[in-house]
């Protein structure tokens, strides 16, 4: 099974920022099959990335995905009040799917 | 607009069981994957069972020959039964679909979720 950690545990920062959130395998992820969701207090996860790279529908320009193999990253450009939250990284190129253990974006 | 309702969820005792439902609408459930995925309280996501379109299923190893997915395409509804129940099966369970009915997936819909609470 492949193991994701993501980094940092924590992230404090304050609006209009830049935030850049990583996530690294434990062996290489095929394909780049590899998703990010933000997940906020008591709500369902939201998919932002998928393919490493490309936005789901509706989600601002402000949110990238970029990375391949091992090492990915989501960067959000300039922090907005609704972006503090849970991010989560996925991959689904090999089975089980497996997720990482989220990067808390908190205000600073 | 696709939405998926989860109902079912309680407290049950060690050892009991549960059926979890995800109603869903603006799709038909047997057209892509669906799966189950469950975050224990503070904890993280954990993926637990997937059923595809020629109705295959896959479960995480912990939950294997004990919890069942199933679907009712006259109902578009997909099912969760859990049995032998575990303390450590406490989570809110979401019910989630895959944009496609093959290949490698990810998740563009989830439900609000329901929580299943396994306690004496």
């Known amino acids: 099974e492949i193991v994701l950690t993501q980094s940092p545990g924590t992230l404090s920062l304050s609006p209009g920022e830049r935030a850049s959130l990583s996530c690294r395998a434990s062996?290489?992820?095929?394909?780049?099959?590899l998703a990010w969701y933000q997940q906020k207090p008591g709500q369902a996860p939201r998919l932002l990335i998928y393919?490493?790279?490309s936005r789901a529908t509706g989600i601002p320009d402000r949110f990238s995905g970029s990375g391949s193999g091992t090492d990915f990253t989501l960067t959000i450009s300039r922090l907005e009040p609704e972006d503090f939250a849970v991010y989560y990284c996925?991959?689904?190129?090999?089975?089980?799917?497996?997720f990482g253990g989220g990067t808390k974006v908190e205000i600073k | 607009e696709v939405q998926l309702v989860e109902s079912g969820g309680g407290l049950v005792q060690p050892g009991g069981s549960l059926r979890l439902s995800c109603a869903a609408s603006?799709?038909?459930?047997?057209?892509?994957?669906m799966s189950w995925v469950r975050q224990a309280p503070g904890k993280g996501l954990e993926w637990v069972s997937v059923?595809?379109?020629?109705?295959?299923?896959y479960y995480t190893d912990s939950v294997k020959g004990r919890f069942t997915i199933s679907r009712d395409n006259s109902k578009n509804t997909l099912y969760l039964q859990m049995n032998s129940l575990r303390a450590e099966d406490t989570a809110v369970y979401y019910c989630?679909?895959?944009?496609?009915?093959?290949?490698?997936?990810?998740?563009?819909?989830w439900g609000q979720g329901t929580l299943v609470t396994v306690s004496s």
């Open positions: 603006g799709f038909t459930v047997s057209t892509n994957y």
């Open positions: 059923i595809n379109s020629d109705s295959t299923t």
């Open positions: 393919g490493a790279s």
């Open positions: 989630a679909r895959a944009p496609y009915s093959y290949g490698p997936y990810y998740f563009d819909h």
């Open positions: 062996q290489s992820v095929s394909s780049s099959y």
């Open positions: 996925q991959q689904y190129g090999s089975s089980p799917l497996t």
